[in-house]
Protein backbone atom coordinates (compact mmCIF):
# COMPACT_ATOMS: atom_id res chain seq x y z
CA UNK A 1 0.00 0.00 0.00
CA UNK A 2 1.69 3.26 -0.82
CA UNK A 3 1.12 6.13 1.81
CA UNK A 4 0.86 9.74 1.01
CA UNK A 5 2.41 11.82 3.55
CA UNK A 6 3.21 15.68 3.68
CA UNK A 7 6.59 16.49 2.69
CA UNK A 8 7.15 17.42 6.52
CA UNK A 9 5.36 14.96 8.32
CA UNK A 10 8.12 13.78 11.27
CA UNK A 11 5.52 10.38 11.98
CA UNK A 12 4.19 7.42 9.92
CA UNK A 13 0.74 5.83 10.50
CA UNK A 14 2.39 3.32 12.45
CA UNK A 15 4.16 5.57 14.69
CA UNK A 16 1.06 7.47 15.03
CA UNK A 17 -0.60 4.04 15.82
CA UNK A 18 2.27 3.39 18.97
CA UNK A 19 1.82 7.21 20.35
CA UNK A 20 -2.47 6.26 20.25
CA UNK A 21 -1.80 3.02 21.67
CA UNK A 22 1.03 3.99 24.40
CA UNK A 23 0.43 5.04 27.89
CA UNK A 24 3.60 6.68 28.83
CA UNK A 25 3.69 10.40 29.54
CA UNK A 26 4.13 12.73 26.18
CA UNK A 27 7.73 13.68 26.84
CA UNK A 28 9.02 10.09 26.99
CA UNK A 29 7.40 9.30 23.66
CA UNK A 30 8.55 12.89 21.98
CA UNK A 31 12.46 12.13 23.12
CA UNK A 32 11.59 8.38 21.17
CA UNK A 33 10.10 9.23 18.16
CA UNK A 34 11.96 12.73 17.78
CA UNK A 35 8.70 14.88 17.53
CA UNK A 36 7.45 17.50 19.74
CA UNK A 37 4.90 16.87 22.94
CA UNK A 38 2.71 18.78 20.73
CA UNK A 39 2.54 16.41 18.16
CA UNK A 40 2.30 13.54 20.76
CA UNK A 41 -1.10 15.06 22.45
CA UNK A 42 -2.46 15.68 18.63
CA UNK A 43 -2.21 12.32 17.29
CA UNK A 44 -3.31 10.99 21.09
CA UNK A 45 -6.53 12.87 20.39
CA UNK A 46 -7.53 11.97 16.63
CA UNK A 47 -9.38 8.74 15.37
CA UNK A 48 -7.60 8.10 12.56
CA UNK A 49 -3.71 7.65 12.18
CA UNK A 50 -3.89 9.39 8.14
CA UNK A 51 -3.00 13.14 7.43
CA UNK A 52 -6.43 15.06 7.21
CA UNK A 53 -6.99 16.95 4.26
CA UNK A 54 -5.62 20.58 4.11
CA UNK A 55 -8.09 21.98 1.29
CA UNK A 56 -10.28 24.75 2.36
CA UNK A 57 -13.97 23.19 3.43
CA UNK A 58 -15.55 26.68 2.25
CA UNK A 59 -14.89 28.35 -1.15
CA UNK A 60 -13.68 32.20 -0.62
CA UNK A 61 -15.79 33.83 -3.39
CA UNK A 62 -16.64 37.34 -3.88
CA UNK A 63 -19.72 37.07 -6.53
CA UNK A 64 -23.13 37.35 -5.94
CA UNK A 65 -24.94 34.39 -7.65
CA UNK A 66 -25.79 36.80 -10.84
CA UNK A 67 -22.04 37.99 -10.98
CA UNK A 68 -21.36 34.12 -11.10
CA UNK A 69 -24.38 32.87 -13.65
CA UNK A 70 -22.85 35.35 -15.95
CA UNK A 71 -19.35 34.53 -15.25
CA UNK A 72 -20.19 30.69 -16.09
CA UNK A 73 -22.17 31.82 -19.42
CA UNK A 74 -19.71 33.81 -20.50
CA UNK A 75 -17.13 30.75 -20.37
CA UNK A 76 -19.35 28.52 -22.17
CA UNK A 77 -20.13 30.89 -24.88
CA UNK A 78 -16.70 32.86 -25.34
CA UNK A 79 -15.08 29.57 -24.97
CA UNK A 80 -12.19 31.31 -23.38
CA UNK A 81 -9.04 30.74 -21.32
CA UNK A 82 -9.54 30.73 -17.22
CA UNK A 83 -7.43 34.11 -16.98
CA UNK A 84 -9.43 35.54 -20.13
CA UNK A 85 -12.46 35.02 -18.47
CA UNK A 86 -10.71 36.61 -15.51
CA UNK A 87 -10.05 39.61 -16.50
CA UNK A 88 -12.76 40.23 -18.08
CA UNK A 89 -14.86 39.54 -14.52
CA UNK A 90 -12.25 41.81 -12.75
CA UNK A 91 -13.06 44.76 -15.11
CA UNK A 92 -16.68 44.21 -15.49
CA UNK A 93 -18.54 42.72 -12.37
CA UNK A 94 -16.24 42.54 -9.20
CA UNK A 95 -12.68 43.88 -9.16
CA UNK A 96 -11.67 41.98 -6.07
CA UNK A 97 -12.66 38.16 -7.55
CA UNK A 98 -9.80 36.18 -7.39
CA UNK A 99 -8.77 33.05 -9.50
Known amino acids: ?3 HLHKQATTTPKVRAAIQASGEP ?10 TEQTIYKW ?5 VHDRSHTA ?5 TLSLAQEAIA ?7 LVS ?16 SR
Open 82 to 97: QDDLLAVVREFLNPDV
Open 72 to 78: VALRKTL
Open 57 to 61: HRLQT
Open 44 to 48: RHRDS
Open 1 to 3: MLI
Open 26 to 35: ASALAERFGT
